[in-house]
């Protein structure tokens, strides 16, 4: 019969192993919004070493996280998104009109799109993650934004005739002159901003 040996762990032990996770967790998101902000900038073809500089970190730091460019590059698509859908209701709350929340959430959503241009490329070969990834878009954003424009309706600030998706593919249509590179003054946000104000009513119905 087998003797089972039980291992007493101390609660300084499990505290420590809980502190280092949770160091490890927030050094990940560091590096997420470090290569987001770099991707932004430069596309997703961005050397790493830009990365490690933008996150203060060396670029070993970067592949133990993230061992493949593909890697890096799904792991900045979902903490994108996350933050979008996160976003969504505390713009909400922190500002007074919901139509200036819906504005300023289409701003940051114009920066996500700008680093979505780049992905099939980025994935390469890999269609099943690019696919996977577009239904984890449609899920988790569709829902945020339809909760923004949803509160923007009901308060009577903006059109009731548009609705989340059409909102968002016509957004991701005016960010398409970005990936093209025809027009150095092209801005996206200039232009997604126009789109918003021309979905604002003239005044409160």
Same mark, same amino acid.
């Given at each position: 019969?087998?003797?089972?040996?039980?291992?007493?762990?101390?609660?300084?032990?499990?505290?420590?192993?809980?502190?280092?996770?949770?160091?490890?967790?927030?050094?990940?998101?560091?590096?997420?919004?470090?290569?987001?902000?770099?991707?932004?900038?430069?596309?997703?073809?961005?050397?790493?070493?830009?990365?490690?500089?933008?996150?203060?970190?060396?670029?070993?730091?970067?592949?133990?996280?993230?061992?493949?460019?593909?890697?890096?590059?799904?792991?900045?698509?979902?903490?994108?998104?996350?933050?979008?859908?996160?976003? +969504?209701?505390? =713009?909400?709350?922190?500002? /007074? &009109?919901?139509?200036?929340?819906? %504005?300023?959430?289409? #701003?940051?959503? @114009?920066?996500?799109?700008?680093?979505?241009?780049?992905? +099939?490329?980025? =994935?390469?070969?890999?269609? /099943? &993650?690019?696919?996977?990834?577009? %239904?984890?878009?449609? #899920?988790?954003? @569709?829902?945020?934004?339809?909760?923004?424009?949803?509160? +923007?309706?009901?308060?009577?600030?903006?059109?009731?005739?548009?609705?989340?998706?059409?909102?968002?593919?016509?957004?991701?249509?005016?960010?398409?002159?970005?990936?093209?590179?025809?027009? +150095?003054?092209?801005?996206?946000?200039?232009?997604?901003?126009?789109?918003?104000?021309?979905?604002?009513?003239?005044?409160?119905?």
């Amino acid at each position: 019969m087998k003797r089972v040996v039980e291992i007493e762990v101390s609660d300084e032990v499990t505290s420590s192993t809980v502190r280092k996770r949770a160091d490890a967790r927030r050094n990940e998101q560091t590096l997420l919004d470090a290569a987001a902000a770099v991707f932004v900038a430069r596309g997703v073809d961005a050397p790493v070493r830009a990365i490690a500089a933008e996150a203060g970190v060396g670029m070993g730091t970067i592949y133990r996280h993230f061992p493949t460019r593909a890697d890096l590059v799904i792991g900045v698509y979902r903490h994108q998104i996350e933050a979008l859908v996160d976003a +969504a209701p505390r =713009l909400l709350a922190d500002l /007074a &009109s919901p139509a200036d929340a819906l %504005a300023a959430w289409m #701003d940051g959503f @114009v920066d996500f799109l700008v680093t979505k241009h780049g992905l +099939a490329g980025a =994935l390469r070969s890999e269609e /099943a &993650s690019f696919d996977s990834l577009h %239904a984890y878009f449609l #899920d988790r954003l @569709v829902p945020a934004c339809a909760s923004l424009l949803d509160a +923007a309706t009901q308060a009577g600030e903006t059109r009731s005739d548009v609705d989340a998706l059409t909102l968002m593919h016509a957004a991701g249509n005016l960010c398409i002159g970005v990936e093209s590179g025809g027009d +150095a003054a092209y801005d996206a946000h200039r232009m997604v901003g126009l789109l918003i104000t021309g979905l604002r009513r003239s005044s409160p119905t």
